[in-house]
């Protein structure tokens, strides 16, 4: 095949797929094609200005810049959650272990007391660092800002550590562990 005419093959390929595709206002596609990306699943907690515990299950984590240390979060403008690291300006990312799929569960409702049961220890920030979990990451605040209905929060790191374990995963809508 000549260069034309694979150009010509590689475009028609091209507009089958694009002619395939759903309009962008399918918001079960959006939720199906984001669920394909495999992630690991973690917790983020914060306190509110009286000092009470929040916390949000979370997979849109990200590491961001190392020189200096940053991590990024988006967070759904609905949570309750993100009140609380607005009035406390800080956060802690609780990475978690294959076996706090509980964990990951009540985190994901909107239950008021969700730290009932759950053992943690307050950090210096007085960000909450769940027992068990397989790292963490405590962050200030540094930037946030709205891009659609959630709000990117740049943090900047103040501590972190990793411990032994596994971590949960979740993909296209259930909970994995590492099989190798
Ligand atoms: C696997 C999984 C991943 C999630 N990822 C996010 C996320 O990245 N950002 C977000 O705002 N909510 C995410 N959620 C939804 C929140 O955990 C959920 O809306 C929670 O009830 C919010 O609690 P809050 O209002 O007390 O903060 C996720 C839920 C699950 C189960």
Known sequence: MDA???????????????DAAIPPSDRELFRAVAGSWAAGVAVIT????TGSPHGLTMTAVSSLSIDPQQFLIS???TSETLRAIRESNVFCINMLESRQEDVSRR???KTPNKFDGVAYTSLPSGAPLIDE????VEC?????????????IVGAVLGLATFDGEPLLHYRGGYKRLTS
């Not at 093959?9 to 091209?14: F, G, L, P, R």
């Open 4 to 18: 034309t005419m694979e150009h010509a093959s590689v475009m028609k390929v091209m507009n089958a797929t694009m």
């Open 46 to 49: 914060s306190i509110d200005g």
């Open 75 to 77: 967070v759904a403008e």
């Open 107 to 109: 985190f994901a409702t």
């Open 133 to 136: 979990a397989l790292a963490y």
């Open 140 to 152: 200030k605040v540094v930037q946030m800002f709205k891009s659609g209905d959630h709000q990117l």
